[in-house]
């Protein structure tokens, strides 16, 4: 029992740190610092998301194939799959050369992330603060940029372990980098509060979190067995970028979605609110990241039924996602509505959450965005990526209509969170569970 629940309790510790350590992180800059620099700090920490947007897909795409190959695939293919018997063996060259490639593309991705992240943010930012705090922001931003590419640079080690089945592995560096960056960002406070100083433990943290990594994965039995083969002379680039393009551009519409509207709010919402719109998102965006645990230690399983078309195993294991991930949404909003207010208030924060009326509103946003993203991640299964148009489009809808309710409307808030509700809830939340529910269950015998 323990074992067979073990990744499960690691994840949803992972996730409990992930939830912990940049709120209380998030709380000592509010409570150290002015409002001004508060809020731009919970902007800062908001574009930790970028890294899933440079990830571009990747992450997915090298869980299914590297646990592919470690089902015994000889083969990798652009889209569908090749069926395998269950005793197949590891083609080791096939693997060695998968996460050579693998490691490259990180790589170039993050040489495209420095023009965007530190030099785009960086003007991004100038703009938006006021004008005696701009030099000071823009060094902040140069070195918590500089920490979200070395995130970017190493985020390899996370996917490949999950593909190799042992993501606790992943967890365990993720625990150590966060729990580092807690602890330092305390440090801190010992000499001066600034988020030049929080900006700079952060970026020591990743090198915890890289460090553990690294441990893990060069111990792993599978990659030591590839040190001792001759690399496949056949790239996997192509079979890695086919889907990886068109998760990638999934990537730009989810962040659409779910983030841009934060940039939006910090050019025409009052500094002071988009602040509090960005602390209330960050719970959200943490609750899906719980309500996602359990998926995401499934896909290695449910890639495995998939390529050996075990329709009845893929059905059990389909609904226990969605219902314990579901369960464990409702439950985290649920303490949070009941602790929002007391929370802003014992600890006095100088931003707060926004208005009962809203938490309501995003609650059942996010609940219908969580569903809808876990049908999504169980269609690619089948090294499919059907709804790449309708996420982009989403997201470029969303970005447009919230653009034109908050500088022509006097919605504010409510006008973001509408932009979102209503163009989700016309396709893409009801569109991929019924296309799961089709592909997956009815037509079983």
Not at 167 to 190: C, E, P, R
Not at 325 to 342: D, K, P, Q
């Amino acid at each position: 029992m323990i074992k067979k629940y073990g990744q499960l309790l690691t994840g949803l510790i992972n996730q409990f740190v992930n939830i912990l350590s940049p709120f209380i992180i998030t709380v000592i800059g509010l409570k150290t610092t002015d409002a001004e620099h508060g809020s731009i700090w919970v902007i800062f920490l908001s574009m930790m998301v970028l890294i899933n947007l440079f990830d571009f897909g990747l992450s997915p795409t090298t869980i299914r194939n590297v646990s592919y190959v470690i089902g015994g695939a000889k083969t990798l293919q652009k889209d569908g799959i090749v069926a395998i018997s269950d005793d197949a063996i590891i083609s080791f060259p096939l693997l060695l050369r998968l996460l050579k490639d693998i490691k490259h593309i990180y790589s170039y991705i993050t040489v495209v992330a420095f023009f965007i992240i530190t030099l785009g943010g960086g003007g991004y930012f100038w703009l938006i603060s006021p004008e005696h705090l701009a030099t000071e922001i823009i060094i902040a931003w140069g070195i918590f940029s500089l920490g979200l590419l070395l995130n970017l640079y190493y985020l390899y080690y996370t996917p490949v372990l999950c593909g190799l089945g042992v993501i606790q592995h992943s967890y365990y560096a993720n625990i150590a980098g966060k729990l580092s960056w807690l602890v330092l960002t305390m440090f801190v406070l010992l000499f001066h509060s600034s988020i030049i100083g929080f900006s700079v433990v952060f970026v020591i943290s990743i090198f915890i979190n890289r460090a553990v990594s690294s441990y893990f994965y060069n111990r792993n039995d599978n990659i030591r067995k590839t040190k001792n083969v001759v690399m496949q002379s056949e790239s996997t680039i192509p079979f890695i970028a086919y889907n990886t393009i068109k998760l990638g551009t999934v990537s730009l519409g989810s962040f659409m979605i779910s983030r841009a509207t934060i940039l939006i709010a910090g050019l025409y919402l009052p500094l002071a609110l988009a602040g509090a719109y960005t602390f209330t998102l960050q719970v959200y965006m943490a609750l899906l990241a719980v309500g996602n645990v359990f998926v995401t230690i499934k896909v290695p399983q449910l890639s495995s039924l998939v390529l050996r078309g075990d329709r009845t195993g893929l059905q059990k294991s389909i609904a226990k996602t969605l219902s314990l991930s579901c369960s464990i949404y409702i439950l985290g909003f649920l303490t949070f509505y009941v602790l929002a207010n007391f929370l802003t208030e014992f600890l006095n924060l100088k931003v707060h959450f926004l208005d009962s009326k809203f938490l309501v509103l995003l609650a059942v946003v996010y609940f219908l965005e969580l569903t809808h993203s876990i049908c999504a991640t169980v269609i690619t299964t089948q090294n499919k990526v059907p709804f790449v148009k309708p996420a982009l489009l989403s997201g470029f809808f969303i970005v447009l209509t919230s653009y034109l309710l908050l500088k022509y409307t006097d919605l504010g808030v409510m006008g973001l969170i509408i932009a979102q509700g209503i163009i989700q809830l016309s396709y893409n939340n009801w569109k991929w569970p019924v296309t799961v529910y089709k592909e997956f269950f009815s037509y079983a015998k």
